[in-house]
């Protein structure tokens, strides 16, 4: 996982791409895989009651489990779906790039992604930076800042900074208003001082949390505890690192789900995946000759009225 | 110059904010609803008062 590399990776592209991408889809596109799963990976407590994953890693980057969102055809199921409700083929491919964006740069933990779910659970990995999901979020974050990821997350900082032009409001102007559909039609109530705002708010939002966990992991606490054991922050920039924690491995994620290899279970995820995306294109297209009928009708009664 | 510091004073703030409790800096929502409240909502005040006092 990285922690603000998803944050400031849409301004690299945004600065490399200018007019052919729309910045918010782009920007969701790079924060849709974790969007609605991060949350139990690190648990949440309500009145008293905690609900987390029983196994973070697995649910979160594996199969059985939500892993799948980190796949490339899963994101480029939802592009084709974004496309087919708006046919505006710049939020689809923005979106594209973002998701894509975000899968490739997860596969530097030790985890990885499963980047051709359905076709194979396969975890893709470089191993860069451990992954330590499953000691919670401030074990995690301390983790994640002794080791490499830190130095990824600072790389994606310097490279936005230094691509900072994109976040000026000639630019704004002049590129983003011009390439995406959704700052025009906020524009036209929103004014120009709070766009630019919501626009530069993730550059501002990993910028300071970067900062932050990185004061917070070294300066102050310097160790968390986790479960009855304390964890000490301490730099290891090797690779594969920091070795304090028990990283949990790609080889281990999978290796239960992995275990039927008989050719009736691997044929039917495939099939299942075929029927699956046969059926949302179905659903689309019904929902898009709704719409059109229904503002037929709306045309209609309007003239009547007329 | 005015809005670059008003960014800078926000970033050292919400850095602050971060440091002294993670769960304020969970997600992006919160940044966002930050900056937007700290560049745009606070002057945005500041400047009724401001006319309302004259």
Not at chain 1, 88 to 117: E, N, Q, R
Not at chain 1, 217 to 244: C, E, I, T, V
Not at chain 1, 284 to 294: D, E, N, T
Request: charged share 15%; with cysteine; hydrophobic share 50%.
């Amino acid at each position: 996982m990285s922690w603000a590399a998803h944050d400031l990776e849409p301004y690299v592209i945004q600065k490399h791409l200018g007019k052919k991408v729309a910045f918010m889809p782009l920007l969701f596109g790079s924060y849709a895989p974790d969007m609605f799963t991060k949350w139990f990976v690190y648990g949440i407590g309500f009145f008293g009651y905690e609900i987390r994953a029983s196994d973070p890693a697995r649910f979160h980057r594996g199969w059985p489990g939500v892993g799948f969102t980190h796949s490339l055809p899963f994101g480029l199921l939802i592009a084709l779906i974004i496309y087919g409700v708006w046919r505006k083929p710049i939020i689809a491919y923005s979106f594209l790039i973002g998701h894509w964006a975000h899968s490739l740069t997860d596969t530097g933990d030790t985890v990885g992604t499963m980047l051709f779910f359905p076709f194979t659970t396969h975890l893709f990995s470089i191993g860069a930076w451990a992954y330590a999901g499953e000691l919670g979020r401030q074990v995690d974050a301390g983790a994640y800042f002794s080791g490499l990821g830190f130095v990824w997350d600072g790389f994606w900082l310097v490279w936005a900074a230094l691509s900072w032009k994109v976040l000026t409001r000639d630019y704004f102007r002049r590129e983003v208003m011009a390439g995406d559909p959704f700052y025009r039609w906020a524009a036209k109530s929103l004014s120009e001082t709070l766009l630019l705002a919501v626009y530069r708010a993730a550059f501002f939002y990993g910028a300071t949390r970067w900062v932050a966990w990185i004061v917070w992991a070294h300066f102050l606490q310097g160790s968390a505890l986790y479960n009855g054991k304390r964890y000490r922050f301490k730099f290891d920039l090797s690779w594969g690192g920091p070795h304090w924690v028990h990283a949990i491995q790609s080889s281990t994620v999978n290796a239960a789900a992995a275990s039927c290899p008989c050719p009736c279970c691997r044929a039917a995820r495939r099939t299942l995946f075929a029927y699956g995306c046969v059926a949302v294109l179905v659903k689309v297209k019904q929902f898009r000759q709704r719409l059109s009928a229904c503002s037929a009708a709306g045309r209609q009664i309007l003239t009547a009225r007329e | 110059m005015r809005t670059f510091l008003l960014y800078l004073a926000a970033g050292i703030v919400f850095t602050g904010i971060g440091i002294w409790n993670q769960n304020f800096i969970y997600s992006y929502f919160e940044g966002l609803a930050f900056v937007c409240l700290f560049v745009v909502g606070i002057p945005y005040l500041v400047k009724r008062l401001r006319r309302r006092g004259v």
